[in-house]
Structure formats: C-alpha cells, structure tokens
C-alpha cells in the first residue's frame, strides 16, 4: 500500500527530531513508519543521529537563537525561507518578505539544501550551527575509509587538489565522503592530524619535507639567475669608470618620456668628451 505525506507531515517529523525525538518516534506521531521516516532522513538530511536505546535527535542538536551572534539567520527566518520556497516565490521575494539581501538566501539554500533539493528550515537551522562550532573536528582522524581511499588516488599520481575534486563529484552531496586538499596537505605535513600514510608525502611532485608558505620568498629555488654574479661583486676596477666599454645604468628624466631607464655606453661619453 502506498501512501502520501503532506508537506506539513514532513515538516512536522523533520521538526521533531532535530528536538530531540527519534526517528522512529517522530515517523509515528505522523502515522509513518519508522523506515519511511529514516528514507527521509537519509535524502533531505544525512546529519548524525544519537543511536541506542534511549537515544534520539541531534548529536550536536542547534544552540537557540540568544546564543548566535553576528547577522546569522536566525530559526524564524530559516522557517520564513521553507514557507516561501514551498508557496512558490522566488529568491527575491523571500529576501524582501525576511528583509535580508537576496544573495543571503541564495548562499542559505546552496548550503543547506539537502540531497534531494528539498529545505527544511529546521534541518538547515541544525547544520548551520553544526558549521559553526569551534574547533572543528579533524575528517581524516575518525574517518579511515576516507584515508584510505585517499592513499590508493595518490598511490596512482592523484594531486591533492584532483583527489578533493573528483571526491566531490562522486560523492554526489555526500560529504561525509568529501575531503579538501587543504586537509590532505595538513595530514600529509603534520602526522598528528590523521590517518594517512608517513611516506604518502614523497608521492607529491614537489616532495617537500614540510610546507612552504606561498607568500614566503623562496631563496634557490628553480631560477635561472642562482649563480650569476650580484651588483655588489663587480671587480674594483669598474668603480673608477676609466674604461670605456664599462655598462652602466642612468635614469633619463623627461616630460614626454617621465622615467625610463636607459643604458649608455661609457666609449660614447669619452668620444663626446673628446
């Protein structure tokens, strides 16, 4: 037998158990089964639920709205968002009825959709909290299936930056099953922040021992000039300028050309001279 829940019965188990209750306690004072309430769960959430007897909700349920600081939507708002996208209004009308910028419920639903496009504003209102909480837990620490998968990609010359990418796209929203190439590099440099193999760093094309800030001068790196000869070693007699043929550099100052460097040869100044 099929049967059909409003989007208000939906509403009502996605609000019940970020509360608290559990799955099969919110599935059932809608009248549905408890595997038709985990289906949901699975598609429109995918958050940790507290397991065993006695258990339900949230493993890290949303602090209430005193405690948010800054321009956070609040939960009101997020409820706003979820009764103007099932009502049909676009993003626009949905920011002028919150009074919020339209790109701030933009940003909202490309966050917190869930897998299968739908919103619910209890269920975003969780994830935002569960984003913001400080520090974060490290991925590739309690995750070993990740880590592993991390190391055969790189056994087989995968970058950092491609494993992060071609995860995302066969993870399929998933992001339990998601890792940035920032977290690899920290795995890789720094053997206390996660899983990964010791020797998985010599599979870098660089092979670097520790990591390199991109905004820090790299001294004898690959450039061409390493051994040629600096200004402040040139030989004592070009000090005196006596031999024509010496280089040196002027500044030549004029209104048309404002500042150019020019060369001139010194054997010109001597033949002028003459």
Known sequence: MFFCYTRLARTKFF???????????????????????????????????????????????????????????????????QAGIQSGLTQADIARLIGRHRSVVSRELYRNRGPDDSYYGSVAHAQAFSRSRRP?????????????????????????????????IDAAGDKTLTVSHETIYQALYVQTRGNLRADL????????????????????????????????????????????????????????????AGVRDLRRRVVAAA
């Open 15 to 81: 609000d019940a158990v970020v509360s608290g209750i559990s799955v099969g306690e919110a599935a059932a004072s809608i009248g549905a089964a408890r595997d038709t309430g985990t289906t949901w769960w699975r598609q429109s959430a995918r958050m940790k639920l507290n397991q065993g007897r006695g258990g339900g909700g949230l493993m890290n349920p949303p602090a209430p709205d005193a405690q948010w600081v800054g321009r956070a939507l609040t939960a009101v708002e997020r409820g706003q968002i």
């Open 136 to 168: 974060k837990p490290f991925k590739l620490v309690a995750n070993k299936a990740l880590c592993r998968r991390i190391e055969t990609a790189m056994d087989d010359g995968w970058s950092p930056r491609l494993i992060a990418q071609m995860f995302a």
């Open 201 to 260: 760093s010599q599979q870098l094309s660089l092979k670097r021992q520790k990591r390199v800030s991109r905004t820090e001068t790299r001294r004898g790196g690959n450039t061409p000039f390493q051994d040629s000869y600096k200004i402040s070693e040139r030989p004592a007699e070009v000090e005196d300028r006596a031999v024509p043929g010496h280089w040196e550099g002027d500044l030549v100052r004029h209104e048309a050309l404002h500042y150019r």
